[in-house]
């Protein structure tokens, strides 16, 4: 069973930059799709960005289009979200997630993906 867990979360100013990080325990690590999803207070949790096993293929939701960036690093077991120019439309608990099957390209879908990390809380300030 793989674990995930996110850190880097934090409060920041409209226009400042964050990173997050998710550690994933277990196997196979480089051959599972990744994602990030957000969820803010009193909306459902949404697709942000999303990166394929190999890293080769980058996908990221209208909304953080050209300020957000996915990388991964397979050695290490851990996927990144860059954040930059930061908005207050930003603010959600941000989840990591991995998809549930192996050596797929990418996908928007929650359904997609069956392990989740518990989230870490990104607030931006106006």
């Known amino acids: 069973q793989v674990q995930l867990v996110e850190s880097g979360g934090g409060l920041v100013q409209a226009g400042g930059s964050l990173r997050l990080s998710c550690a994933a325990s277990?196997?196979?690590?480089?051959?599972?799709?990744m994602g990030w999803f957000r969820q803010a207070p009193g909306k459902e949790r949404e697709f942000v960005a999303a990166?394929?096993?190999?890293?080769?293929?980058?996908d990221y939701a209208d909304s953080v289009e050209g300020r957000f960036t996915i990388s991964r690093d397979n050695a290490k077991h851990t996927v990144s979200l860059q954040m930059n120019s930061l908005k207050p439309e930003d603010t959600a608990v941000y989840y990591c997630?991995?998809?549930?099957?192996?050596?797929?390209?990418?996908?928007?879908?929650?359904?997609?993906?069956?392990?989740w990390g518990q989230g870490t809380q990104v607030t931006v300030s106006s």
């Open positions: 277990g196997r196979s690590f480089s051959s599972y799709t």
């Open positions: 997630a991995r998809h549930a099957r192996q050596l797929t390209a990418y996908s928007r879908s929650q359904r997609d993906f069956g392990s």
């Open positions: 990166i394929s096993w190999n890293g080769v293929t980058t």
